[in-house]
């Protein structure tokens, strides 16, 4: 036992000596993650079972175990029909933006004069329409694209399609311009990932007679599916993260109301929060699958 123990006690002192340092310099950020992250998500899950009051005395928890989420789905039903909107939206949106990056990018991946000034121009709404930039643009219509109401577009949707599908069609015309605005970290993380691929492989192609669209779908094309799903976990997180989003909107308004309060709130943002990590996990094993014959590090 004494053997056992001696063991494991020099065991102890050699990945202390190996790793000790490399734990003093995690420590800051272990302490900044169990504070300000973990602990308000732990206690957002806690609120999510229970009835919150806030009383002279402070908070007030009632146990309800799982009747936040059954009002939310069954008793409440604008939070479904806003939330099952808002992601038939973004996931129409998504593909739209990973598109227009990808050969935006493969534009500005090639020699021209002013390549340098191009590719500021398309990052340059990066760092303007953020937070309150966005949603003071949003709430003068800069977002929105002026043919729509020119041509009666809406009243087309609606007589073609269904109630719902309109207002998500809508939906999609009125948020166009964020196809532009939220697509400049894409591009800079496609045009990183086209220098990724050597050049001597076109050469080799091109000699021996391969054509532009057929270097493409063999070289280009499977050398940025790493790029690709890369870009749509970010592009995931980015748009269920907009200011303007209804579904934060309501879940904010909930939080505060006398009727729901932060029990409320919580399990409607914990419903939020996995559909999005579902969507990440799907994002990921697509990558996984698509990457996984081609023998890329992941």
Do not use: C
Not at 95 to 110: A, G, K, Q, R, T
Not at 147 to 170: C, G, P
Not at 242 to 270: D, K, Q
Request: hydrophobic residues 50%; proline residues 5%.
């Amino acid at each position: 036992m004494n053997g056992k123990t001696s063991r494991r006690k020099q065991l102890f002192l050699f990945r202390w000596k190996e790793y000790g340092v490399g734990y003093l310099f995690m420590l800051p950020w272990l302490i900044g993650f169990i504070a300000f992250v973990a602990f308000p998500v732990g206690w957002s899950l806690w609120n999510s079972f229970n009835q919150v009051f806030i009383t002279s005395e402070g908070f007030k928890y009632t146990w309800v175990g799982l009747n936040n989420f059954r009002r939310m789905l069954i008793e409440n039903n604008a939070y479904p029909i806003i939330l099952l909107t808002y992601m038939q939206e973004v996931l129409l949106i998504i593909p739209l933006i990973l598109i227009f990056s990808f050969f935006v990018s493969l534009l500005l991946n090639e020699r021209f004069p002013g390549r340098a000034w191009m590719r500021a121009l398309f990052f340059l709404p990066v760092i303007f329409a953020t937070g309150q930039v966005i949603m003071e643009l949003f709430g003068q219509g800069a977002g929105q694209l002026p043919f729509v109401q020119d041509y009666k577009l809406d009243v087309i949707l609606r007589e073609y399609f269904n109630e719902s599908t309109a207002n998500m069609l809508l939906g999609i015309l009125g948020k166009a311009v964020i196809i532009l605005w939220y697509s400049g970290v894409q591009i800079l993380i496609f045009i990183a990932g086209f220098q990724t691929i050597p050049k001597t492989v076109y050469e080799a192609v091109k000699v021996d007679g391969a054509s532009p669209w057929e270097s493409f779908w063999k070289i280009t094309f499977p050398g940025m599916l790493p790029f690709i799903g890369l870009n749509a976990v970010y592009t995931i997180v980015d748009l269920f993260t907009f200011p303007l989003n209804p579904v934060m909107e309501i879940v904010r308004n909930n939080m505060f109301s006398p009727t729901t309060g932060y029990g409320y709130a919580s399990a409607m943002a914990w419903l939020y929060f996995a559909i999005i990590m579902v969507l990440l996990g799907i994002t990921l094993w697509l990558t996984y699958r698509a990457t996984k014959g081609r023998g890329d590090v992941r």
